[in-house]
């Protein structure tokens, strides 16, 4: 179970390391100035790279007959009509 954990700035300074290590555990920590939430500790998480338009071009073929589905296919899937 993830704890709620506040500490004021002057803490927050004073014991970053382990209040990093509980943020990396799943806690929150929040980190208090003049009586109010300041900033929010939380683990970098990776995101995912912009997709880029166009970077296989050339390199993917798609058959001429991509939408000739057979029969026995479109019978399968809608059953006779």
């Known amino acids: 179970m993830t704890e709620r954990v506040q500490v004021n700035m002057h803490e927050a300074k004073s014991r970053f390391f382990q209040l990093a290590e509980r943020a990396w555990q799943g806690d929150t920590v929040v980190i208090i100035k003049d009586g109010k939430p300041y900033l929010?500790?939380?683990?970098?998480?990776?995101?995912?790279?912009?997709?880029k338009p166009g970077r296989l071009k050339g390199q993917?073929?798609?058959?001429?007959d991509l939408d000739k589905t057979p029969e026995e296919i479109i019978v399968g899937f809608e059953g006779s009509l």
């Open 40 to 51: 929010d500790l939380v683990p970098h998480v990776d995101t995912a790279r912009a997709r």
């Open 60 to 64: 993917i073929r798609i058959s001429a």
